[in-house]
């Protein structure tokens, strides 16, 4: 081979070998094209309704099951009963509907460690005497009935006289309580279901917080709702699925009063009545603003708390909740909402997993769980965190605190 002829061969074999790595001009645009047809990002997904979201999370943290209450327990928060008539969220009938057997009941008591039921919603007249007789006094020291204002006797003569009566003769029939639902305040109207709204303070009450003084039974009030109600149901909104699938729990605008307004009434009852208990339900019906909360129980001493409904806030602030535990470990009393067959609210449905969650918040240190039995967040899209209270706080919140209150 002559040195023309080894040069020629160099040269071809740099050239295929350059072609093969594509640096050559003609075969760069070929290999760029299938380079970026590699790199090509998939399709763009297809817009999703919200309602159909289900993300599952790819944390790897601690999952405890807490089947049974460290200590035995008083739900003081739980609804068995309900009147027959209602309109315009006022309730017109004494007469009672029972949501759940004392027999089923009791058997969920007993697997979860819970030594008695509080039911807040007894009603009135006969319908809170034959609640009682059924429930009560059928399985004494296992359910304790709370009676209800009669607010369709509003325009009656010497209402207020009639009232306070009505809450001596509810003790003599062996209601526990009174209870206060939001009706007061955001429902009930001067004309009862129409007419301007009757507020909280309103002195025609008077008489029946001093009864319940001079009873030495507690009150149980709601007079507010998540904050998020009060204001637009709009992209902001944290609670914005919530309010969409029920329009009719937001409180905003028309001629409600807001939040604040709600709480301050609240507030000038519980000055005005130092000697009446006022146990103020879903922590306060602020457990957004803890700091709210705690200055109302600094100054207020007559004011006890629960928690039903709101380990969906509390778990959202674990440090700060466990604080408050700590603070106001002799005012804090354990509380669900639970409602049986309450299937359409999971966050408040009376069953074990419902029960296992509170105990898991309570118990334990866990990270990231649900804080409903629910596959999607009823009330909005986070989760919760454990509080591990210590036992001597635990005891507080699960039994003592309430037994003190109900004077068992």
């Keep these: 081979m002559t040195v023309s002829d080894k040069k020629r061969c160099v040269s071809m074999n740099r050239r295929q070998w350059l ?11 070929l290999l760029t094209a299938r380079a970026n047809e590699r790199a090509e990002s998939p399709p763009a997904p297809k817009p999703l309704d919200l309602s159909q979201y289900e993300p599952k999370s790819m944390l790897h943290v601690s999952e405890s099951h807490v089947e049974r209450a460290k200590f035995p327990l008083i739900d003081i928060h739980t609804h068995i009963s309900a009147s027959t008539k209602s309109e315009a969220g006022v309730e017109l009938a004494a007469e009672r509907q029972y949501l759940g057997t004392p ?10 460690n819970i030594r008695a039921m509080v039911n807040l919603t007894g ?17 004494p020291g296992r359910f304790y009935t709370f009676a209800e204002p009669s607010y369709s006797r509003l325009n009656e003569r010497d209402y207020p006289k009639l009232q306070a009566q009505a809450i001596e003769q509810a003790h003599r029939d062996g209601a526990r309580g009174l209870k206060i639902l939001k009706t007061l305040g955001l429902y009930l109207r001067e004309n009862i279901t129409s007419g301007t709204l009757v507020k909280i303070d309103d002195a025609r009450f008077d008489p029946m917080w001093d009864a319940c003084a001079q009873l030495n039974i507690p009150v149980a009030i709601h007079v507010s709702d998540p904050i998020a109600f009060f204001t637009p149901t709009d992209r902001f909104n944290e609670r ?18 807001n939040n604040e307004e709600l709480l301050a009434a609240r507030n000038r009852v519980m000055a005005r009545h130092p000697r009446t208990q006022f146990v103020v339900l879903h922590v306060g019906n602020f457990a ?31 440090r700060t909740a466990h604080k408050f535990f700590d603070k106001y470990q002799d005012r804090i009393l354990f509380g669900t909402d639970a409602t049986p067959h309450g299937d359409d609210y999971p966050q408040q449905v009376f069953n074990d997993k419902l ?7 309570l118990e334990t240190e866990d990270e990231y769980f649900d804080y409903a039995p629910a596959k999607v967040p009823p009330q909005g899209r986070w989760k919760i965190y454990g509080i591990n209270l210590p036992e001597s706080i635990l005891s507080k919140v699960y039994y003592e605190n309430a037994a003190r209150v109900l004077r068992i």
């Design 288 to 318: 957004e603003d803890l700091q709210n909360v705690s200055d109302n129980l600094d100054r207020y001493p007559n004011m006890f708390v629960d928690i039903a409904a709101r380990i969906g806030e509390l778990g959202r602030q674990p």
């Design 123 to 139: 009603g009135y007249e006969k319908g809170l005497a034959e609640t009682v007789v059924r429930y009560d006094r059928a399985y």
């Design 355 to 361: 029960y296992e969650i509170y105990f898991r918040f």
């Design 240 to 257: 914005y699925e919530e309010l969409n699938n029920h329009p009719d729990w937001s409180f905003y605008g028309g001629d409600f009063p």
């Design 103 to 112: 027999q089923e009941l009791l058997a969920v008591m007993e697997r979860k």
């Design 19 to 29: 072609y093969g790595a594509g640096l050559i001009a003609g075969a760069s645009p």
